[in-house]
């Protein structure tokens, strides 16, 4: 079981007993024109909303200095630099001000450069994740979950030396048994907190099958302590897929709950349409309540009885129930806007 050993990344905190945090990657390269950078702390403000607690970007050179460390001061979570091979570029990073770098120390080289990093975020009270992919691996004889699970543990000891022990893991492949076993490997050696995942898992359908059965059964296991759902796609999917995850395992509980009905041929209303056009803004609401977008008034308000809210229509009248019961009928154009304003006005 992981997380007993605490680690503090900006002001929130991981570890055992402690809530599971859900990150995700900014998907593009870092802009620099300031009203770039004022939209993107607004898409990172909705991302927060929506349940994201942590945002990494690439940090591939020291022209995006100025334009991370206005990230890292306006961003309303904490903000993490992905470094590769030049241990120079974590250092400007942490000089930037954020609070978390990701490392491979086997693709910074030297062993003092590692150091040198290490020393820095001891300073400057920034976390470090070492991240290992089943790809990028020293040479070894062993099966691969039990390399992936000693070189992290061996990066440990190095970092322990230095003193420092803000640390989180991160064990991550393709292959989601390999994900697993390396995970659980580790689990069971250490109780640093793991960071889950599994790499270049697809489009939206094949990463998020992939990333829940191998996450949902880790995080079952106690195992885990920040999760990242990986998904060739935009990062809002992720952050969504990553909090249903958790809020399915009953691990997170605030939000509103979309329960809408597959459809069938008595379908009377558009529930697909509506829930596209609603879904987004229904993700960002920060209460605790289950919605119910039916396709029918036959079957759908009895389907939808044990949700706070349900709606559904005929043609162009709209139907809305509180617990079960007809309170509004409203126009088709009307139908999201009185959908808000009942959750609104919701306990
Ligand atoms: S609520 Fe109506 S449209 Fe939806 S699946 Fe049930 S019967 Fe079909």
Redesign the pocket.
């Known amino acids: 079981m992981t997380g007993d050993h605490h680690v503090m990344i900006g002001g929130k905190l991981l570890g055992r007993g402690l809530p599971i945090l859900v990150q995700t990657m900014y998907d593009s390269a870092m802009p620099h024109e300031i009203h770039e950078l004022e939209q993107l702390v607004r898409r990172i403000g909705t991302l927060n909303s929506m349940g994201c607690d942590i945002i990494r970007f690439s940090y591939p050179t020291e022209e995006d200095h100025e334009s991370f460390a206005y990230l890292c001061k306006r961003s309303p979570i904490p903000v993490v630099a992905d470094i590769h091979f030049d241990y120079r570029l974590a250092l400007d990073a942490i000089a930037c001000g954020c609070q978390k770098i990701r490392i491979n120390p086997g693709n910074i080289g030297a062993r003092w450069k590692v150091d040198e990093v290490v020393k820095s975020a001891l300073d400057n009270h920034v976390a470090i994740r070492i991240g290992l992919n089943s790809g990028s691996l020293p040479k070894g004889n062993d099966p691969v979950p039990k390399l992936m699970s000693d070189t992290a543990l061996e990066y440990l000891d190095w970092f322990e030396q230095a003193g420092f022990t803000n640390t989180v893991v991160s064990l991550k492949a393709s292959d989601t048994d390999l994900t697993l076993e390396a995970n659980r490997l580790f689990a069971r050696e250490s109780d640093y907190p793991l960071h889950l995942g599994v790499t270049e898992a697809g489009s939206v359908v094949s990463a998020i099958t992939r990333s829940t059965w191998a996450l949902g059964q880790l995080l079952s296991e106690g195992i885990g302590n920040t999760l990242r759902i990986r998904i060739t796609g935009d990062i809002e999917t992720e952050v969504q897929a990553g909090v249903e995850l958790l809020r399915t395992l009953g691990l997170r509980k605030k939000g509103i709950r979309v329960v809408s ?4 041929g ?2 009377s209303f558009d ?1 697909q349409g509506f829930l596209q056009s609603v879904e987004r803004e229904l993700l960002t609401i920060d209460k605790d309540l289950t919605v119910a977008i ?3 008034q ?3 308000p009895g ?1 939808a009885k044990s949700a706070d809210l349900a709606i ?1 229509g005929i043609g162009n009248s709209i139907f809305l129930y509180e617990k079960g019961k007809l309170v509004r009928k409203v126009e088709k154009s009307e139908a999201k806007q009185a959908l808000l304003e009942a959750i609104d006005h919701a306990e």
């Open positions: 009905c597959p459809r069938c008595r379908h529930s039916m396709g029918c036959v079957n759908g389907e559904t």
